[in-house]
């Protein structure tokens, strides 16, 4: 069965406190691992997509790699409005268009 | 720009009544997700589609049952709301075929059974 498990639960920054989140994966094959941001109350927002195992992408204070078990959200010089539940998704190369397995997220507090 | 949108962003109904909730995205997107997300289980998928008319199973299907009529409309039914059925919902959708789209999400339903 493929799963996702994502590390820490939930993670406290000062501002400028640069960390990384973790999000392990066990799947058969990986078609794609995702990363979203999640503000309260609202849907998931896309930040990126990655294919395989070395693979970097990164968006402003947001850098995510990817290995072949696991992939990290790494975050420099954290500003409070980055504070928001960061979900793992990924997607299993079994025929046809299958549905992504979530992880359950870190929430993560950047304190000014 | 992308666009998924659902027809409540908050929503409060009574033990048995049947609720609708809607969800359309204007992508032109085939594969359509419905999604339920609670605190500490994260994101649960009901039911997909993969085309209109076609739906099938997610992991939580019990007591939901869907509606693809239209290829930008996909609706999520609660024959006999249950005060366990409070959560927040969440549609999503993505284009077809082989790639690796990522899912592009609406802004969620809360939906309150009392």
């Known amino acids: 069965e493929d799963q996702v498990t994502q590390s820490p639960e939930a993670l406290r920054l000062q501002e400028g406190e640069s960390s990384s989140l973790n999000c392990s994966y066990t799947?058969?094959?990986?078609?794609?691992l995702f990363w979203y941001r999640q503000d309260p109350g609202k849907g998931p927002e896309f930040l990126f997509t990655?294919?395989?195992a070395g693979e970097e992408k990164e968006k402003e204070r947001l850098k995510a790699t990817l290995t072949k078990k696991e992939s990290f959200l790494h975050i420099t010089a954290p500003k409070p409005e980055d504070s928001a539940t960061y979900l793992c998704?990924?997607?299993?190369?079994?025929?046809?268009?299958?549905?992504?397995?979530f992880g359950k997220g870190t929430r993560l507090s950047v304190i000014a | 720009d992308v666009k998924v949108t659902q027809s409540s962003r908050y929503l409060v109904k009574r033990t048995g009544e049947k609720v609708f909730l809607e969800c359309v995205q204007d992508?032109?997107?085939?594969?359509m997700f419905w999604y339920r997300q609670d605190p500490g289980l994260g994101l649960r998928l009901i039911y997909f589609?993969?085309?209109?008319?076609?739906?099938e199973k997610g992991d939580i299907p019990e007591g939901y049952s869907v509606s693809r009529e239209k290829k930008e409309r996909f609706s999520l039914i609660l024959e006999s709301a249950s005060t366990n059925q409070t959560s927040m919902y969440l549609c999503?959708?993505?284009?077809?075929?082989?790639?690796?789209?990522?899912?592009?999400f609406g802004p969620g339903t809360r939906l309150t059974v009392t």
């Open positions: 998704a990924v997607q299993a190369t079994d025929s046809g268009n299958t549905p992504l397995v």
């Open positions: 992508m032109d997107h085939e594969n």
């Open positions: 589609s993969y085309d209109v008319k076609m739906k």
């Open positions: 990655l294919y395989s």
């Open positions: 799947v058969s094959g990986l078609r794609g």
């Open positions: 999503a959708s993505t284009p077809p075929g082989e790639s690796v789209y990522e899912q592009y």
